[in-house]
């Protein structure tokens, strides 16, 4: 069955650049049916959606984060990634990937990777 | 902020049935998704669409959706039942997408 895997440093120094991957096994990337997105998870707080891409490469970010976040996809290595520059100790969180429908339901989820900002 | 309201925390006793309530503008015009965490997991979606299980999900599981609310009923209430729940849909622009702030289910 389908299994998405986040990989990436766990520790991020402030004002540089999270970058995160994540891994698509048991299924194609390229499913018209299907978006790829972020979301992460501040200790003890809720879920926030950073953002979602679709195979053909269209992305979709939160207003709040947009001018800090990229996504793109690798169809051949069948991975999608996250850079968020200029990170603070606020963006300290678990990051998951997931696949979701256009009505935005996640029904996929990989277990989560937990970056820490701190020099 | 986020676009959709749920309440911080609910009670129910082993047993009973408990509603778990979302508000925001953009239900009015798209189904919410309803997910269950469990300290240390990712989130599981456990409804979506009218009232889908995903395979797998109980049938004590259901939603239901009225004007701008969203509820999720758990009938005959578990144990294990005990986590956070999560809804999200659509934001009301209808290109982006928002999470509730979460409610923490306590089986009393």
């Known amino acids: 069955q389908l299994q998405l895997q986040e990989s990436g440093p766990g520790l991020v120094k402030p004002s540089e650049t999270l970058s995160l991957t994540c891994t698509v096994s048991g299924g194609s990337i390229s499913s018209s049916s299907y978006y790829w997105g972020w979301i992460r998870q501040p200790p003890g707080k809720g879920l926030e959606w950073i953002g979602s891409i679709y195979y053909s490469g269209s992305t979709y970010y939160n207003p709040s984060l947009k001018s800090r976040v990229t996504i793109s996809v690798d169809t051949s290595k069948n991975q999608f990634s996250l850079k968020l520059s200029s990170v603070t100790a606020a963006d300290t969180a678990v990051y998951y990937c997931?696949?979701?429908?256009?009505?935005?339901?996640?029904?996929?989820w990989g277990q989560g990777t937990m970056v820490t900002v701190s020099s | 902020s986020s676009e959709l309201t749920q309440d911080p925390a609910v009670s129910v006793a082993l047993g009973q049935t408990v509603r778990i309530t979302c508000q925001g503008d953009s239900l009015r015009s798209y189904y919410a998704s309803w997910y269950q965490q469990k300290p240390g997991q990712a989130p599981v979606l456990v409804i979506y669409g009218k009232n889908n299980r995903p395979s797998g999900i109980p049938d004590r599981f259901s939603g239901s959706s009225s004007g701008n609310t969203a509820s999720l009923t758990i009938t005959g209430a578990q144990a294990e039942d005990e986590a956070d729940y999560y809804c999200?849909?659509?934001?009301?622009?209808?290109?982006?997408?928002?999470f509730g702030g979460g409610t923490k289910l306590t089986v009393l």
């Open positions: 999200n849909s659509r934001d009301s622009s209808g290109n982006l997408v928002v």
């Open positions: 997931a696949r979701h429908l256009v009505a935005a339901s996640f029904d996929i």
